[in-house]
């Protein structure tokens, strides 16, 4: 490694269509977003790792460990701290040498989203990771946080993606996703982050599917790609919801913060409280007073979000 840095970035995002049985084969749209992070390393001469993590607004925590131990030495977040520990040394399983150099490293990381907003802050951290260390971001994230990898594929992906996971098996290819109607679509924030990692494991525990419902899926998000009005938009979100509602056994989450909205909306993601699509055919002003009028900031039109 050379003395001047060396950065990585990749990109955030959104799963509109898929959610959880994104995990169990069913084919999934999912959108990237024109925020990310970065990671830059430089190469010192002591022996030590010293990780400064930026996020909006300044610094997110820091950490330093020993080299090549990786044992701690200080930080202002342990969990935080405990947590990257787990994913180097999980970096060092799958390259022996990574890490193992006679020299130190000052490593300075920003995120461009907040971090409650289920973005990716854990995706874009492992595919980043696995840029500098050369290592497979799937098996990383396997190995780590688990989840489908759609997020790994979006971190890498300047468009819009179709994505499918069938055991080990896994297709990306470009969704070309480009609606006439975009200007009808927002992402609004309900203020209530969700743990992937727990969502994902009470599912697996609690939920009970078919093949049926998984093929219902794959044939929505099929249908969505190729929808030519918001209507016939509307109404596959809509059915998508019924799907997922009726597995996870919640009531949607129009149901529950949307009852009298006249356009759709859709969980991303995890459900609960991350982020929603929501159609709107009102002025873009108004639909913003009324989310603010019903306690929901930030809102972002699908130009200002989306690559």
């Not at 290819?173 to 480009?178: G, I, S």
């Not at 190729?226 to 799907?243: P, R």
């Not at 919640?250 to 991350?274: I, N, R």
Request: with cysteine; proline share 4%.
């Amino acid at each position: 490694m050379s003395r001047n840095p060396n950065t990585w970035s990749s990109n955030g995002k959104l799963l509109l269509t898929g959610e959880y049985l994104v995990m169990e084969g069913a084919l999934s749209l999912a959108l990237p977003i024109n925020k990310g992070q970065s990671l830059t390393v430089n190469q010192t001469d002591n022996k030590l790792l010293r990780w400064k993590a930026n996020k909006p607004g300044g610094l997110w925590f820091r950490v330093e460990f020993s080299l090549p131990s990786l044992e701690l030495i200080v930080t202002d977040n342990i969990d935080l701290a405990s947590n990257l520990a787990k994913i180097l040394l999980v970096v060092r399983r799958l390259s022996p040498d990574f890490l193992q150099d006679n020299f130190g490293l000052d490593i300075v990381t920003h995120l461009d989203f907040n971090p409650d907003f289920g973005f990716g802050t854990s995706s874009t951290l492992i595919s980043n990771i696995a840029n500098w260390a050369d290592v497979d971001p799937y098996k990383l994230l396997d190995l780590t946080f688990g989840g489908s990898g759609y997020d790994i594929a979006c971190a890498r992906s300047s468009e819009s993606i179709l994505f499918h996971r069938f055991g080990d098996e896994i297709k990306v290819r470009d969704a070309k996703f480009e609606p006439d109607f975009k200007d009808n679509l927002y992402f609004v924030y309900l203020g209530k982050k969700q743990n992937s990692a727990e969502s994902i494991s009470n599912f697996r525990k609690n939920c009970k599917f078919s093949s049926l419902e998984i093929d219902s899926i794959s044939n929505i998000t099929k249908e969505i790609i190729v929808a030519n009005d918001l209507t016939t938009f509307e109404e596959l979100l809509m059915e998508h919801e019924s799907i997922i509602s009726g597995i996870l056994k919640l009531p949607t989450v129009k149901s529950l913060y949307f009852p009298d909205y006249p356009g759709a909306v859709k969980s991303l993601g995890a459900w609960g409280g991350d982020f929603v699509l929501i159609t709107n055919t009102e002025s873009d002003s108004d639909f913003r007073k009324t989310m603010k009028g019903k306690g929901f900031v930030p809102v972002f039109s699908y130009d200002e979000l989306i690559l």
